[in-house]
């Protein structure tokens, strides 16, 4: 919301009421309990919109800011990664290095398979997790400087 230019009343009001945990962000878990929302069914809905919107098949959102063409483009980098290289160790590297080239520096990249816990900081705009078969991506950009 400041990135956007909203007022800082307004982004404090909706921090107090939606920001439970005091973490400085609003995830769909307090957004979704706050306003009495079922949490699956809103992810079900963001799957079934991305799905429309050219998200390559197999492909599910866990948690994420990024635009939702920018989600479809990155997603079709790592599938394109997981093709490309019978070595799964490679995928991250190729991965960031094609989305500096495509969108400009600096990615990272994470893969894994199986349970995982991560907090990060990363650019407004720029972060996306999401499960392709048996592997998790986790991929965000942070500033150049």
Same mark, same amino acid.
């Given at each position: 919301?400041?990135?956007?230019?909203?007022?800082?009343?307004?982004?404090?009001?909706?921090?107090?009421?939606?920001?439970?945990?005091?973490?400085?962000? &609003? /995830?769909?878990? !307090?957004?979704?309990?706050? %306003?009495?929302?079922?949490? +699956?069914?809103?992810?079900? =809905?963001?799957?079934?919109?991305?799905?429309?919107?050219?998200?390559?098949?197999?492909?599910?959102?866990?948690?994420?800011?990024?635009?939702?063409?920018?989600?479809?483009?990155?997603?079709?980098?790592? &599938? /394109?990664?997981? !093709?490309?290289?019978?070595? %799964?160790?490679?995928?991250? +590297?190729?991965?960031?290095? =094609?989305?500096?080239?495509?969108?400009?520096?600096?990615?990272?990249?994470?893969?894994?398979?199986?349970?995982?816990?991560?907090?990060?900081?990363?650019?407004?705009?720029?972060?996306?997790?999401?499960?392709?078969?048996?592997?998790?991506?986790?991929?965000?950009?942070?500033?150049?400087?």
């Amino acid at each position: 919301m400041r990135k956007n230019n909203y007022e800082e009343a307004f982004v404090k009001k909706w921090m107090a009421i939606f920001d439970q945990d005091n973490s400085g962000t &609003i /995830e769909l878990e !307090e957004y979704c309990e706050v %306003l009495g929302l079922n949490e +699956k069914e809103m992810m079900e =809905e963001t799957r079934l919109r991305a799905k429309a919107t050219g998200m390559p098949e197999g492909v599910e959102y866990i948690a994420g800011d990024m635009s939702e063409e920018r989600q479809i483009d990155i997603a079709r980098l790592c &599938i /394109e990664a997981l !093709e490309k290289h019978s070595s %799964l160790k490679e995928v991250p +590297k190729w991965v960031k290095l =094609e989305a500096d080239k495509q969108f400009d520096r600096v990615w990272h990249v994470l893969v894994i398979r199986g349970q995982f816990w991560c907090y990060f900081g990363f650019e407004p705009e720029t972060s996306y997790v999401f499960r392709y078969k048996r592997n998790v991506f986790i991929i965000w950009k942070t500033p150049r400087n």
